[in-house]
Nanobody
Framework: VELVESGGGLVQPGGSLRLSCAAS????????IGWFRQAPGKKREGVSC????????SYADSVKGRFTVSTGNAGNTIYLQMNGLKPEDAADYYC?????????????????WGPGTSVNVSA
């Protein structure tokens, strides 16, 4: 499966962005699609995951209530709606594919990755 992220950019604190993860090369029904982020000098951390067969979602505590993961009607695009952005949310954001979300939030369990999209949160 091939993944490509988009939608990153510069936003002021308190603002919103919607990231997209476009998937191709496989039917996603049996996959879990995770969103991860990595800030400079820090480890990659899990943000959210959606299990495609039943759309069950998981979130890191740091983003609960602010971020929402969802899928498009065709099921091959996964979105991460980010509201109430904080400076500490600034990072490169990646989507990854696993057989489900059971390995989330551990990045090593995700076998496929997109190239990432950068999110900057600054006044």
């Amino acid at each position: 499966v091939e993944l490509v992220e988009s939608g990153g950019g510069l936003v002021q604190p308190g603002g919103s962005l919607r990231l997209s993860c476009a998937a191709s090369g496989a039917t996603l029904d049996n996959y879990g699609i995770g969103w991860f982020r990595q800030a400079p000098g820090k480890k990659r951390e899990g943000v959210s995951c959606i299990r495609m067969r039943d759309l069950q979602t998981s979130y890191a505590d740091s983003v609960k209530g602010r971020f929402t993961v969802s899928t498009g009607n065709a099921g091959n695009t996964i979105y991460l709606q980010m509201n109430g952005l904080k400076p500490e949310d600034a990072a490169d954001y990646y989507c990854g594919a696993d057989w489900d979300c059971s390995g989330f939030p551990v990045p090593l369990t995700f076998a496929f990755w997109g190239p990432g999209t950068s999110v900057n949160v600054s006044a």
